[in-house]
């Protein structure tokens, strides 16, 4: 029988994985074996801490959380490998054998927001994934205003960069 | 305003490709294998150090009282400063494992990057300052024992391990500065990350 830990947990996996693992691709342009090992550290984090959830936020803000240090651990764990060219991230994307329009148009995506910087990246992804000034403030811990300066920002260079890749 | 018509077109090729990421059938069961292995591996990674720690400091304390009971008072305070060495190393391996945990994903990103730089300055600390401390208060013991030893073991014997000593002293030197040398990289990249959220 399960204990009321692992329904939550389930729960939460099944509401929350698909977001989890956008944001994980993102991040790693697009890798899919890295972004579901990155989806499985954190989702390990959550069952982990899941009994020290105090509802002082939303599940799903907690999540980002979570996912965003992740995601900058992984960083810091990789921080030896060598970078990556655009060409070799244009290659590391997924669907490389069939690309219909859509996936073509993510991969686009993907490979944009693999040139920029770490941090950069997980913001444009919350503002992607429809999120408001106030909570990615507190998935980050600054300043809401703070937070719409450095998103302008990144969307000034995620324009760039897709113009400069031909996409703008 | 053209900009954020693009980012609106942007938003929702993001929210096409996540609705199609599946549940895969056998996820839940992988991810509960892998929170299994994951437990095993931190329980190893937290208590690993202190486990062996502690069974040296038993093993050389029952050395010293079973098998070469020294009788001087220089080999006594010499034995004294290897076991006192040992114990501090523990002492600071507990601290060290407090500090790991409070480096929690749970936390904000600029509060986690906090925590993590409080733990690597306190690993610099130790690397740079307590740990060859440590080391040096070991090797002196060790050789205050020496006299006392070499009444009842042969001289090149004595040399051989006074020999080995040294060469263990100069493996453990590169060893202390890889650390070094790892912690400030290691710093200086998370102190980055922390100016990049603060900025």
Known sequence: ?168 | MVMDNDFKEFQNEWNNNKNNIELSPNGINTLYDKIKKKEKANYFFYYGTIIILLATLIVISLFFYYVAPVKEILSRIGAGLMICGLIVRIGIEIISIGKAKRMNTIHNTLTATENTIRFHQFRKVIHSIVAPIIVGLYTIGFYMITPEFSLYISRWNLLLIDISYIVIAIILFFVIRKGIKKEMVILSEIMDLRNEITE
């Open chain 1, 1 to 168: 029988m399960k204990s009321n830990q692992n329904i939550l947990f389930e729960e939460i996996y099944q509401q929350h994985h698909a977001m989890v693992m956008q944001m994980c691709l993102g991040f790693v342009r697009g890798d899919h074996d890295i972004a579901k090992d990155l989806q499985q550290e954190v989702f390990i984090s959550v069952w982990k801490n899941l009994k020290t959830f105090r509802g002082a936020s939303s599940y799903k803000t907690w999540i980002y959380r979570i996912t965003v240090n992740t995601c900058l651990q992984h960083v810091k764990k990789k921080k030896k490998e060598p970078t990556f060219s655009i060409s070799e991230i244009e290659n590391q994307v997924p669907f490389p054998e069939q690309k219909t329009p859509e996936k073509r148009a993510i991969s686009t995506l993907y490979t944009a927001i693999g040139q920029l910087n770490e941090l950069d990246r997980l913001l444009i992804m919350m503002v992607l994934d429809n999120q408001d000034y106030d909570t990615i403030a507190e998935v980050i811990g600054i300043q809401p205003t703070n937070v719409r300066v450095k998103i302008h920002r990144v969307k000034k260079r995620l324009k760039k960069i897709l113009e400069n890749n031909g996409n703008g």
